[in-house]
Structure formats: C-alpha cells, structure tokens
C-alpha cells in the first residue's frame, strides 16, 4: 500500500475498530470479573491506560495488557471512582425525582441537576486520563479534574460532545453497544484529554513540574 493512499486509511481505520472492540470486550469481561461493582473502576483505569500507551506509538494489545493494569490499580482506581460513580448515581436519582414532581421548585431543581450531571460526565471524562497521566494523591485527582475542565471550556464543551455523540449513536444503534460503546468511550475521551494535557505542558514548559506531577510510566 501507497502511504497515505486510501487502502492505507482503510486498513488504519479496519485496525482501530478492532483494537477498539477488543479493548471493549476486556473492559466487559474485567467489569464482570469485578461483580460490576468492584469492577468497573480498574476496567476503565486499564482501558484509559491502554489508549494512553497506543497514543504515545506502544504497541498494546488490550486481552494480554489489560489485566497487568486492572490489577495494579484495582485498590486505587476503586477509591477514585467509586465516590465519584455513588455521586453521580445519587444525581440521577435525584433527577428522577424531581422530574416527577410538577411543581416550579422541581422543575428548576431538575434543571440544576440536568446541569451537574452533564459537568460531572464531561469532568469524570477528563478524571480518569488525568489519573493515567500523571502521580498525585487519590483525593488531589477529583479538584485537578474539576479545575482543568473549568479552566479548559473547549474541552469541556468537546468532552460533553464526545460522550453524547457516543450515547446518541449507541442509542441508534444498539447492536454495537456490547462491543464498541465502551471502548469508543474511553478511546475518544482518552485521546482527547491527552491533547489538551500536551498543550498545558507545553505552556509550563519554562517552569519544571512540581514534584507531585510527575507522568506517570504505565
């Protein structure tokens, strides 16, 4: 194949999907593993892992990579992500019961949690590459992924975007959604986050990271 030519394009794009799929089907596989619970925290630390390493030119493939990571980081990921998974599902709840209300309070109430719910989607999008990318302490990482969202506002519009357009498309189509949603996910939004994590780093670059950011090697 000519480079660049449109056979190569194809090959690349046939080879993503199904580095992606596959990437999906360990993410499912380790979640359950986990009792779902316990699971989906160091699955998505793995799969957020793993797109970093593919990113940066490894060359990862995610059956034989991802259970080195999930277990590596089971404790910490599960301490990062669980509080932030049992906010985000009181929320929810709390949208459901607003929702159900008919009274004007209600209806501001669920508007205010519509609000905090698509910041946290668009923050927790941001968190996790935030946790694969750089050493800091479990509590820090929730306040840094919170400050950078605010401080970046294209990303947070693109990270908000890249997860509904995921959701909206699994929504269409939900045959793909056991073997690509997840993984389309934590792709997108790894990838993403990596990009604006460069650029800030490329505007400190005059003044050296603090001791309690240094990259992380995983």
Known sequence: MRPGSVSEKAWELFDALMWIAALNFAWLVFTLLGGVLLGFAPSTVAASTLVRRRTRGDVVHPLTAFWAVYRAEFVRANALLLPVALAMASLLFSLQFFV????????????????????????SAVL?????????????????????????PLLLVLSLATVA???AVSWALPGIVPF????????????????????NEKRRAASALSPAAQPVRL
């Open 165 to 167: 357009g995921v959701l």
């Open 100 to 123: 159900r209300g008919g009274d004007a309070l209600s209806v501001v109430l669920a508007a205010l949690a519509i609000v905090l719910l698509a910041f946290c989607a668009a923050a």
């Open 180 to 199: 690509f949603t997840v993984g389309l996910l934590s792709y997108f939004s790894t990838r993403l986050s990596l990009d604006f994590f460069d650029r």
């Open 128 to 152: 996790v590459p935030l946790y694969c990318n750089y050493e800091l302490p479990v509590r820090r990482y929730v306040p840094a992924a919170v400050s950078f969202t605010l401080a970046n």
